[in-house]
């Protein structure tokens, strides 16, 4: 393999890992409520195994699926670039569209089933107060 090679999987490894961390944290932004469930586990899993696949077909592609110990070492580079420099502001943004799309298209949802679930009591509550009138007389 060529050194010209070596450094495009290298510089490729890098940015691959910045990119695997990045969806990792949108992954991490959408399953913040099941943590430690076994439904975050099996999902994460499934991530991890498509992640490794497109490291793979990379590998395939660039230098016919040949790993060297230091490909390992750029990935640990991408994800140290990643969470010194940017993951700040990439979980930041996450954050506040989170927050948007809840307030926009989740919160009248839940308004609606509150007021649903209020009208259920109310309705039970009549019922049983016109059973307890019925054995009363």
Same mark, same amino acid.
């Given at each position: 393999?060529?050194?010209?090679?070596?450094?495009?999987?290298?510089?490729?490894?890098?940015?691959?890992?910045?990119?695997?961390?990045?969806?990792?944290?949108?992954?991490?932004?959408?399953?913040?409520?099941?943590?430690?469930?076994?439904?975050?586990?099996?999902?994460?899993?499934?991530?991890?195994?498509?992640?490794?696949?497109? *490291?793979?077909l990379f590998l395939v592609l #660039?230098?016919?699926?040949? &790993?060297?110990?230091? =490909? @390992? +070492?750029?990935?640990? $580079?991408?994800?140290?670039?990643?969470?010194?420099?940017?993951?700040? *502001?990439f979980n930041r943004y996450l954050? #506040?569209?989170?927050?948007? &799309?809840?307030?926009? =298209? @989740? +919160?009248?949802?839940? $308004?609606?089933?509150?007021?649903?679930?209020?009208?259920?009591?109310?309705?039970?509550?009549?019922?049983?107060?016109?059973?307890?009138?019925?054995?009363?007389?």
């Amino acid at each position: 393999m060529s050194l010209l090679e070596q450094f495009r999987v290298f510089i490729g490894t890098i940015v691959i890992s910045m990119f695997f961390c990045f969806i990792y944290s949108i992954f991490n932004r959408l399953f913040y409520k099941f943590h430690k469930t076994i439904i975050r586990f099996v999902f994460e899993t499934i991530l991890l195994i498509l992640m490794l696949y497109v *490291y793979f077909l990379f590998l395939v592609l #660039i230098c016919d699926a040949k &790993l060297n110990i230091h =490909y @390992l +070492l750029a990935a640990l $580079i991408g994800v140290y670039i990643y969470c010194s420099f940017y993951a700040f *502001y990439f979980n930041r943004y996450l954050e #506040i569209k989170a927050k948007y &799309l809840y307030k926009k =298209y @989740l +919160l009248p949802i839940k $308004i609606k089933i509150d007021e649903l679930y209020g009208i259920i009591k109310k309705i039970k509550r009549r019922t049983k107060n016109a059973e307890k009138k019925d054995t009363n007389l």
